[in-house]
């Protein structure tokens, strides 16, 4: 592949999986590559900077003053989005609205979780079992970090599977080989954002020990010192952020992760051997399946990498599947070792005060998915092919695991 052939807003390019060939000349050839506005997008892209090695990715993710985050992490995020996210703000607002979240997801609280995230896992897993082949990302992927973020935020077991067929259904339809048609897209955004509001109300009038009863009674301050709660339009993009980035992006590190697995018996082997392998290897999980495909950042004014000049203004995408593969920060990084160490894998972003928020209760979850699945079971084969979902540039998540046909041995 010639680095002239490379077009990111080709969906064609993402269609079996993340396109690491086009990734290895970039970082070889043109590591600040400056990608023409692909055509026919809506809305349309202009032209951005690729980054796509590790310790650009790193600096860039760390620099928020240079880098702002404020015009949102997709190269399509709509207007709105502008400031009014956690992933769309900047400095003394960004922590103001972190902090308040943040309680939710620190490793004390994630260990609270973590009876929960077994009971949750076991059952998922006992369920396929009895199926004895099964659809590996919808039947088990799917299901454990629905309802862990589910959990966490405080939604009614009965509402899930319908809302996150929704959180399913906006991701999909940016796929233009999806049957979900694109101008659905506003519809299901409403849809969610009435079911926020609904709950909010719910929380309001009887209080309980989650997120979403925190996020509508809080107060925060503004820049000039005063206080007041979230607004409507910031509670339905929070409500949107947690549901899609606390389900999506783990549901594809499991699936993912288990095709890596059954592509490469020996490690498979060795870790049913020895379970004590399973947080390094959930660590090579996540370098691998890296299921955030970009972030976007806009430069604050006028500037350079590696002597290649940035304009003010320009946006900026971090590439973390790439940098997951440098070749200078890796040993063999085409080679999936689930005792790699050390592992500085950049999958829950380069750093910086927007690193993901989940990273601990995502850990969790595929370690412990893992660990209950090779305990029951004698053998898993995969019984067809694997397909993909391409969301193209529109979401940060690019493209995802959609299929995975998988038979399961009980023990
Ligand atoms: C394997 C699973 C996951 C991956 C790969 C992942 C990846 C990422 C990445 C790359 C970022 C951007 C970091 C940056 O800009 O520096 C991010 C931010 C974020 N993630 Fe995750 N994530 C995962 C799971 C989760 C889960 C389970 C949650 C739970 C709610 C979550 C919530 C968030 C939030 C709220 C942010 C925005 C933080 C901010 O802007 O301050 N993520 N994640």
Redesign the pocket.
Request: proline share 9%; charged share 5%; with cysteine.
């Given at each position: 592949m010639r680095l002239d052939d490379i077009d990111l807003g080709d969906p064609a390019l993402f269609r079996r999986g993340f396109p690491h060939e086009a990734f290895s000349v970039l970082r070889r050839d043109a590591p600040i590559w400056w990608h023409p506005a692909p055509g026919r997008l809506h809305p349309p892209v202009k032209g951005f900077w690729v980054l796509s090695r590790y310790d650009d990715i790193e600096a860039a993710?760390r620099d928020t003053e240079l880098f702002t985050?404020f015009e949102g992490?997709s190269l399509q995020s709509p207007e709105e989005m502008r400031g009014t996210?956690?992933?769309?703000?900047d400095g003394p607002a960004?922590t103001r609205?972190?902090k308040l979240?943040s309680a939710g997801?620190t490793p004390r609280m994630i260990a609270r979780l973590e009876d929960q995230t077994r009971r949750w896992a076991v059952s998922i897993v006992e369920a396929a079992l009895e199926r004895g082949t099964c659809e590996f990302v919808s039947d088990v992927a799917y299901q454990l970090?629905m309802h862990?973020?589910a959990d966490?935020v405080g939604i009614p077991v009965e509402d899930r599977a319908w809302l996150f067929s929704k959180t399913n259904d906006f991701l999909q339809c940016s796929d233009p080989e999806s049957s979900i048609p694109v101008s659905e897209v506003q519809a299901i955004q409403v849809e969610m954002f009435q079911y926020a509001q609904k709950l909010g109300e719910q929380k309001r009038k009887h209080p309980q020990d989650d997120v979403w009863t925190i996020l509508q009674t809080v107060e925060v301050e503004t820049d000039d010192g005063e206080r007041s709660g979230l607004s409507q339009i910031e509670l339905d993009l929070f409500f949107l952020?947690?549901t899609i980035?606390?389900?999506e992006?783990?549901r594809?590190?499991i699936s993912l992760g288990l095709l890596a697995l059954l592509e490469h018996p020996d490690q498979l082997a060795s870790l049913r051997r020895d379970p004590t392998q399973m947080s390094s290897a959930t660590e090579e999980i996540?370098r691998w399946?890296?299921?955030?495909a970009y972030?976007r950042r806009t430069a604050s004014r006028d500037t350079e990498m590696r002597g290649v000049p940035i304009q003010a203004g320009d946006s900026v995408t971090?590439w973390?599947p790439s940098g997951n593969r440098d070749e200078q920060i890796f040993d063999a990084p085409f080679r999936f070792d689930i005792a790699r160490s050390p592992n500085y894998q950049?999958?829950?972003?380069?750093?910086?005060?927007?690193?993901?928020?989940?990273?601990n209760?995502?850990?969790r979850?595929?370690s412990i998915l893992f660990e209950e699945l090779l305990a029951r079971t004698d053998d898993i084969a995969l019984v067809g092919d694997v397909t993909y979902s391409v969301q193209g540039l529109a979401n940060?998540i690019v493209v995802s695991a959609k299929e995975l046909p998988v038979r399961l041995q009980s023990r």
């Open positions: 993710n985050a992490p996210m956690m992933v769309s703000m960004h609205l972190r979240i997801f970090p862990m973020i966490i952020l947690l980035a606390g389900s992006t783990t594809n590190a996540l399946s890296s299921p955030v972030f971090l973390y950049q999958a829950f972003g380069g750093g910086g005060p927007h690193f993901c928020l989940g990273a209760l995502a850990r979850e595929i940060p």
